[in-house]
């Protein structure tokens, strides 16, 4: 490579880590005026090459790292507070109602029948349903329990492939 193309690929790399836009951090470093379909291809691939580079992801840890320190924004900070505004979501909450006689707020009541068809006075309770189910759901995808696509890595050993992840492991592999 050239020292013009060197500077135009750490410019490139530069603009990306602003805001991970790699079409736009190309039409900066490149001085590309109008976004078009070999924009998006070229900065592709050009960052799929770049973030090969151990000097580049190297760039991209320390900044990485950088953000974390400053915003104290961690993967365990965000997981700890869904986990814990999910579960504070969960706790049940006393239905309050106004008592016009007595002027006050009280518990809703209501009348069920237990196991041995005596009719009973209880209180009425509920929780954030759709709080607990936002929580849950952002936890499930951070474990990749909702997705639609499978993570599948494969590579070729003598005419067999053999499928790591969640797919399925070819029975023509070697057992030697």
């Known amino acids: 490579m ?27 470093a490149y001085k590309k005026k109008k976004h078009t379909s070999a924009v998006d291809v070229n900065a592709s691939q050009l960052l799929t090459i770049l973030l090969k580079d151990t000097k580049y992801t190297g760039m991209l840890q320390k900044t990485t790292d950088k953000v974390e320190e400053e915003t104290w924004l961690t993967k365990a900070y965000i997981l700890d507070g869904l986990k814990e505004m999910t579960e504070k979501c969960m706790v ?15 518990q809703k009541q209501t009348e069920i029948i237990d196991d041995e068809g005596n009719e009973k006075t209880v209180g009425v309770y509920e929780f954030d349903s759709r709080g607990a189910k936002g929580g849950y759901e952002l936890l499930g995808k951070h474990l990749k329990m909702f997705t639609d696509k499978l993570d599948i890595n494969a590579r070729i050993k003598e005419n067999a492939v053999v499928v790591i992840g969640n797919g399925i492991v070819d029975d023509n592999k070697d057992d030697d």
Do not use: G, Q
């Open 2 to 28: 050239t020292k013009k193309s060197d500077a135009l690929h750490h410019t490139f790399f530069c603009e990306w880590l602003i805001d991970f836009n790699a079409p736009r951090a190309y039409m900066v």
């Open 92 to 106: 049940k909450k006393p239905v309050l109602e106004f008592d016009y006689i007595d002027k006050e707020l009280k």
